[in-house]
Structure formats: C-alpha cells, structure tokens
C-alpha cells in the first residue's frame, strides 16, 4: 500500500508540473530580469550557479540520447533562455565582486581550488575555455547550421513532390502525407531557427570576454583607489573572484555550444542514439582496431617512450578487436545457417502457395507461344495486358485484378487458355509465326488460308502467312498479329465477366478512395444502411448487364437515397439505373445520338406482369417452357431488324418486367439489352422501329 501510496503522489506531482508548465516557464523569465536589476545575496546566486551547470549538463546529455535533431525541437529558445540565464548570473556575481568582494562559495571555490589560488593560471585556463568554444565549437556549429538550414529550404520543394507522388501512387496515406508534410516543415523551421540561435552562443563567448575584463579593471580600480588595498592584493582578490566567475560561467556555456554542435551535425536520423550509433560504427570493422593495435605495439617498443600506456592500450584495443571479430564470424555463420534453412523451406513453401493460391485471372500459354509473352525474346503481350487493364478502367470504372501468365507443357504448342478463378473459360489455338485475317465484308478478292474463327466474336477468319500480310490489307482484310489477337479475346472475356472480377475487397478499396472526396455520402451509407457485401451486389448487377461503375457519387448517393426503404438488391439495382439515365442511353444510341428500340406489345406485357413470381432472391417470370420458348422467339424476331440495320438489339419495356426479361432470353439472346421506360432520358431521342406482339 505504501508504494502505490508513493507512486500516486509521484504521478500527481508529476502531472502538476506537466501543467503548470507555462507558470513556472513565465516565472523563470522574470525572475532572470529581477536578477539583472535587484542585487541577490550569495547563498541565493550558490543556488542559480549550480542550477546553471545542472540545466546544462542534462541539455548536453539529453542531445546525446536523442535519435534526431527534431526530438529537440525546441533547442533554438531553450538557448537563448540559457544565454540569458548566464548573462543574468554574470551581472548579479559582477554586482557582488565589485561591491563586497566576495560572490559565494561556488565562485571562490572555482576560483581557490580549481586554479589552485593562482589567478594567472586560472586567467590562462578561462582564455583557453573561451577560445575553445568560441573558434573551434561555436563557429563550426554556425557554419554547419547555416548550410543545414539552406540545404533544407532549398530541399522543400523535391520532398513535397516526392510526397505526392508517393500519395498517388497509393504507397502512402493521406494521414501519413499530412505527417510527411508537417515534419518537413518543421526541420524547415528548426535549422533556420537553429542558424539564428548559434549568434546567441557566439555572442555569449565575446559578452564573457568583455565583462571578465570590466571586472578585473573595475576590481582593480575599487580596491586601490576606495579601499587603500595595494595593486598586487587588490589583484589576488579581485582578479581570482573575477577568474572563479568566468569558470563558473564558462563551463556551462562550453556544455551548451557542445550540444548545440551536437544537434546541427546529427546528419541522419535513426533508431538508435549518438552513442550506440558511434559505437557500431566504430566497431564495424575489427581489421581497423587489429592495425591500430598492432602500431601502438610499435610505438610501445620506440626507446624513450613510455611503454606502459602504449601497451596497455594495445592489449586493450587487440582485445576487443578479437571479440569483435569472433562475434561478426558466429552472425555469418547463423546467417549462412538460415539462409541454408530459407533455401530449403523456400521451394516447399512457395510450391504450396501456388497449389492452394487461385488467381481471379490467369492466362496459360503452350510452349511455342512462350516467345509472345516473354520480353526477353522480344514478346510485348506484358505490355498489351497492361494497356487492357488500363482500357477496363476507362470503360468500366473498374480496377482489374493482376492477371497472372504461366507457361503450361500440358497444353497443346500453339493453344492458350483464359481461367477465371481456376476455371478455365476459353482456348483457343493460334499460329505464332502467321497472322490472321479477318472479313470486313468489303473483300475484293479471296485470300488462300488456313480458315478458322476468330476468338473474340466468333467471326470467320483465316491464318495467313506474313507474305500474304500486304495482299491481304489490298483486299480489305483485317489483318492483326497473334500478340493482338490474344489480347482482344482477353480483353471481351474481361469485359463479359467483369462482374465476377469485382470482388468485396475492389468495391471497399474504391469507396475508399470515393470518401477522400466525397466523405458525407460514404459515412451516410456505411455502416448504417448497407454493408460492404450488398454494395458489391448491386455493382455486379450493373457488371453483369454492361453497364459501367465510373459514377461511383451517382450511385452511392441513390443507394443512399433508397436503402432505408428496401434490402432488395434487384430493386436497388433499378433505382441505380434510372439514376444513370444519361449514362446509359448515351452508352447504347447510334451514332446519330439516336436510340433505335423495339417495345412489348400492351396487352402481352400485361400478361407477363401478372406471371411475375417474388421470392428472396428476386422477382422472375413463371412461365410454361412452351411460353418461354416462344416469347424469346417473337423477341429474338423483333431485334432481328435492328441487328440488320447495324443498330444495338434493345428492348424497351415496363420496369417491373426489366429485370425478369433479361434473366429470361440471357442464354439464348446475350446480346439483347433491355431497357425500362423509366431508363430512357427524356433528352434521349427514342425511335420504335418494331413490337413484340
């Protein structure tokens, strides 16, 4: 009970000083002007020299611990608090010297045992102090400030634009930007503050100078000409005080210019202190300690030195060059025994990586096709996937997973294969040393070939051989190399099961970046109204009928809208689409801003609204597969015309009977877009050119 008793009150006292800081801070500093004005008597001025070397002793030592120069970042004021401090004392033990001849035991002690009652040693020792700190320490630690300061500012501009860059790119936060931003600001800040604070050191020297001088000539003056004393004892009196208050002063002074060298020449920030950072690197290298042992044995055996300090420090030195050597030659050999180990483990793991690991998209190729996909043998079908995804961006508002490319001995040379999460998709088998030719219905004349179909759109083609390339162009021919050919098929796989590309962890990583801008519409939504999951649902509904998310706002703001009225997935999927009227009657008009339609005749869709069927999965259409048979037919004669005509096969009908319709002539007519009237903009020029009747 006793040490939590003990630990409370320590903790209180703590968190009392913690928050009166700024009182005592406020309080220091008038005290410091009330010393440079009311004279103190000498226990007091005991008290503040001590202080004085205590403060700069633990700034010198806080310095040495720190792992950057921002860990300090308030050193530039600390300082000039401390100059001023020490000034203050020089005044109020100048004050005391002069008038009582005699400023304390601190001061004559300095003054009696440091120097050991000679003034002329102690006056010596306080020049070489002053010089010390003055030419050596505080003019390098100005110069390097000064240069810190401009490398920094002129720096500023290249680190914000890596910053950015990196922000782009992803690798980064936006928090962690704000933070990058901010620390560069602040070393800004410190080493230009920290260039004007080394005048503050500067200054102190030549002020100690100067007022050690005023003392000796005042003390001099006072005791022969006001107290009858001889010029030799006024001197000893005088000038030993005088001396006793320089050490005083200086020595603290000489801690605080150490630490500020200290600060501005710490060059690279990291986990460890100056210490344990100096004595790595010292360490680092055992052959450098051998030769310097190895010479210091030398020196040991030169007649007329002394041997023992040389061979002592050579022992010393060969010593810890041994361990050090032992213990670099034990962590090379742990190193060589785990990496023998991660050798082993390595091809076990990664062989059971790849046996579980299914990858959303993947493209096998035989081995003579290997020299199309490889870069080294001068394929580019690398690159070509790369421009695929980036297309998919731009056309569905989607970011396409990674597709993996894989050579497999089992397949056939010259065939390819697309899988979608493991399951193979297509294949297709392509000449690599032929190109293929496509009819565009415009021939002029036929072209000798090896006849086949295109694997994209199933068209007719021919491979022929790089000959024939330019007589083929001649006559109106399609001609496109293997690598394109490849890429296409790709490309309408991608485009066709896009959908099931999109999986929660896309659609969570796309409303994250959505709520960067738009933070209101996100928040509104999630968690409270929709989850992650049904979000997914109602994109891939969009997906799975071709319709593009990039007005990701349009439909999180709508799903907003209607998600506290219904769960349903389906219906929030209509509310989307009428919401991307514009979008979606631009997507599917001719080129003469024109939407060519075929419409259900009244009284049959009627008939198919009172066959709808609700359930938890959705609303279909429960009709005889005799009745289902023959409206897809009507259907499939209906948009007959607007294929023979070159427009999009699109069916316009009631928004209940949209969804249901679609689901129903999905397998036989895929092609087939079907529309609602609430989907057609009324700025869309709509023209009805058949009717299902």
Same mark, same amino acid.
């Given at each position: *009970?006793?040490?939590?008793?003990?630990?409370?009150?320590?903790?209180?006292?703590?968190?009392?000083?913690?928050?009166?800081?700024?009182?005592l801070?406020?309080?220091a500093?008038?005290?410091?002007?009330? *010393?440079?004005?009311?004279?103190?008597?000498?226990?007091?001025?005991?008290?503040?020299?001590?202080?004085?070397?205590?403060?700069?002793?633990?700034?010198?030592l806080?310095?040495?611990?720190?792992?950057?120069?921002?860990?300090?970042?308030?050193?530039?004021s600390?300082?000039?608090?401390?100059?001023?401090?020490?000034?203050?004392?020089s005044?109020?033990?100048?004050?005391?010297?002069?008038?009582?001849?005699?400023?304390?035991?601190?001061?004559?002690?300095?003054?009696?045992?440091?120097?050991g009652?000679?003034?002329?040693?102690?006056?010596?020792?306080?020049?070489?102090?002053?010089?010390?700190?003055?030419?050596?320490?505080?003019?390098g630690?100005?110069?390097?400030?000064?240069?810190?300061a401009?490398?920094?500012?002129?720096?500023?501009?290249?680190?914000?634009?890596?910053?950015?860059?990196?922000?782009?790119?992803?690798i980064?936060?936006?928090?962690?930007a704000?933070?990058?931003? %901010?620390?560069?600001?602040?070393?800004?800040?410190?080493?230009?503050?920290?260039?004007?604070?080394?005048k503050?050191?500067?200054?102190?020297a030549?002020?100690?100078i100067?007022?050690?001088?005023?003392?000796?000539?005042?003390g001099?003056i006072?005791?022969?000409?006001?107290?009858? *004393?001889?010029?030799?004892?006024?001197g000893?009196v005088?000038?030993?005080l005088?001396?006793?208050?320089?050490?005083?002063?200086?020595?603290?002074?000489?801690?605080?210019?150490t630490?500020?060298?200290?600060?501005?020449?710490r060059?690279?920030?990291?986990?460890?202190?100056?210490?344990?950072?100096?004595?790595r690197?010292?360490?680092?290298?055992?052959?450098?300690?051998?030769?310097?042992?190895?010479v210091?044995?030398?020196?040991?055996?030169?007649?007329?030195?002394?041997?023992g300090?040389?061979?002592g420090?050579?022992?010393?030195?060969?010593?810890?060059?041994?361990?050090?050597?032992?213990?670099?030659?034990?962590?090379?050999?742990?190193?060589?025994?785990?990496?023998?180990?991660?050798?082993?483990?390595?091809?076990?793991?990664?062989?059971?990586?790849?046996?579980?690991?299914?990858?959303?998209?993947?493209?096998?190729?035989g081995?003579?096709?290997?020299?199309? &996909?490889?870069?080294?043998?001068?394929?580019?079908?690398?690159?070509?996937?790369?421009?695929?995804?980036?297309?998919?961006?731009?056309?569905?508002?989607?970011?396409?997973?990674?597709v993996?490319?894989?050579?497999?001995?089992?397949?056939?040379?010259?065939?390819?294969?697309?899988?979608?999460?493991?399951v193979?998709?297509?294949?297709?088998r392509? %000449?690599?040393?032929?190109?293929?030719?496509?009819?565009?219905?415009?021939?002029?004349?036929?072209i000798?070939?090896?006849?086949?179909?295109?694997?994209?759109f199933?068209?007719?083609?021919?491979?022929?051989?790089?000959?024939?390339?330019?007589?083929?162009? *001649?006559?109106?021919?399609?001609?496109?190399?293997?690598?394109s050919?490849?890429?296409?098929?790709?490309?309408?796989i991608?485009?066709?099961?896009?959908?099931?590309?999109l999986?929660?962890?896309?659609?969570?990583?796309?409303?994250?970046?959505?709520k960067?801008?738009?933070?209101?519409v996100?928040?509104?939504?999630?968690?409270?109204?929709m989850t992650i999951?049904?979000?997914?649902?109602?994109l891939?509904?969009?997906?799975?009928?071709g319709?593009?998310?990039?007005?990701?706002?349009?439909?999180?703001?709508?799903?907003?809208?209607?998600?506290?009225?219904?769960?349903?997935?389906?219906?929030?999927?209509?509310?989307?689409?009428?919401?991307?009227?514009?979008?979606?009657?631009?997507?599917?008009?001719?080129?003469?801003?024109?939407?060519?339609?075929?419409?259900?005749?009244?009284?049959?869709?009627?008939?198919?609204?009172?066959?709808?069927?609700?359930?938890?999965?959705?609303?279909?259409?429960?009709?005889?597969?005799?009745q289902?048979?023959?409206?897809?037919?009507?259907?499939?004669?209906?948009?007959?015309?607007l294929?023979?005509?070159?427009?999009n096969?699109?069916?316009v009908?009631?928004?209940?009977?949209?969804?249901?319709?679609?689901?129903?002539?999905?397998?036989?007519?895929?092609?087939? &877009?079907?529309?609602?009237?609430?989907?057609?903009?009324?700025?869309?020029?709509?023209?009805v050119?058949?009717m299902?009747?």
């Open positions: *009970m006793a040490s939590i008793s003990t630990r409370t009150s320590n903790n209180f006292l703590i968190r009392q000083l913690n928050d009166n800081s700024d009182v801070f406020a309080l500093l008038v005290g410091i002007i009330i *010393m440079l004005i009311i004279p103190m008597p000498t226990w007091i001025l005991d008290f503040l020299l001590a202080a004085n070397i205590t403060f700069s002793m633990v700034v010198i806080v310095t040495i611990y720190n792992t950057e120069p921002l860990d300090l970042s308030v050193f530039p600390l300082l000039l608090f401390a100059t001023l401090f020490r000034l203050a004392l005044v109020s033990s100048t004050r005391l010297i002069l008038g009582q001849a005699y400023a304390g035991k601190v001061i004559e002690s300095f003054g009696n045992f440091v120097v009652g000679n003034y002329v040693v102690g006056l010596i020792i306080f020049l070489i102090l002053v010089v010390i700190q003055f030419i050596v320490i505080t003019k630690a100005e110069r390097v400030a000064e240069v810190a401009r490398f920094t500012l002129d720096a500023m501009p290249g680190k914000q634009m890596s910053i950015d860059a990196d922000l782009n790119a992803g980064i936060t936006e928090e962690e704000q933070n990058e931003r %901010l620390k560069i600001r602040q070393e800004a800040d410190f080493y230009g503050a920290m260039d004007g604070a080394t503050f050191v500067k200054g102190d030549i002020a100690s100067i007022i050690v001088i005023i003392d000796i000539i005042g001099l006072i005791g022969a000409l006001q107290h009858g *004393m001889p010029l030799a004892e006024a000893r005088y000038v030993l005088t001396v006793g208050d320089g050490l005083v002063s200086q020595i603290p002074a000489l801690m605080l210019s630490a500020t060298g200290l600060v501005v020449t060059a690279a920030s990291s986990d460890m202190n100056m210490g344990e950072e100096m004595t690197q010292l360490t680092a290298q055992p052959k450098a300690l051998f030769v310097s042992a190895a210091l044995l030398l020196l040991a055996l030169v007649p007329g030195l002394p041997a300090p040389f061979l420090l050579a022992l010393f030195i060969g010593l810890i060059a041994y361990l050090l050597n032992k213990q670099s030659e034990l962590v090379v050999e742990e190193e060589l025994v785990e990496e023998d180990l991660q050798q082993i483990r390595a091809p076990l793991a990664e062989e059971l990586n790849d046996l579980v690991k299914v990858d959303p998209l993947e493209v096998e190729v081995y003579n096709l290997i020299s199309l &996909v490889l870069p080294e043998q001068g394929g580019d079908f690398l690159d070509r996937v790369a421009m695929v995804r980036r297309q998919m961006a731009l056309e569905m508002g989607m970011v396409i997973p990674p993996r490319i894989l050579d497999n001995l089992q397949l056939e040379a010259n065939t390819y294969r697309i899988k979608l999460h493991g193979e998709i297509s294949r297709y392509i %000449l690599p040393d032929h190109y293929l030719a496509l009819a565009s219905g415009l021939e002029t004349s036929k000798d070939g090896i006849e086949t179909q295109e694997p994209a199933g068209t007719p083609a021919i491979w022929i051989s790089e000959m024939q390339k330019d007589e083929a162009e *001649m006559a109106n021919y399609t001609v496109v190399d293997p690598p050919v490849m890429a296409t098929h790709l490309t309408e991608i485009r066709e099961h896009a959908y099931e590309l999986g929660r962890q896309e659609v969570k990583n796309t409303i994250n970046k959505i960067e801008d738009y933070p209101a996100v928040e509104e939504l999630l968690p409270d109204l999951g049904e979000i997914q649902k109602v891939q509904n969009l997906l799975w009928e319709i593009p998310i990039k007005n990701m706002v349009t439909i999180l703001e709508t799903l907003a809208d209607y998600a506290n009225k219904t769960k349903d997935t389906q219906l929030l999927t209509e509310y989307v689409r009428q919401s991307l009227s514009r979008q979606i009657c631009s997507l599917f008009q001719d080129s003469d801003a024109v939407l060519y339609v075929v419409t259900i005749d009244p009284q049959l869709e009627d008939q198919l609204l009172q066959a709808l069927k609700q359930t938890d999965q959705g609303a279909y259409l429960s009709l005889q597969p005799d289902a048979q023959d409206l897809i037919q009507k259907i499939a004669v209906a948009v007959r015309g294929l023979e005509q070159g427009h096969p699109i069916i009908t009631a928004p209940l009977l949209r969804r249901p319709l679609k689901e129903l002539t999905y397998r036989s007519i895929k092609e087939l &877009v079907v529309l609602s009237y609430n989907e057609l903009d009324p700025q869309c020029k709509v023209e050119t058949g299902v009747n």
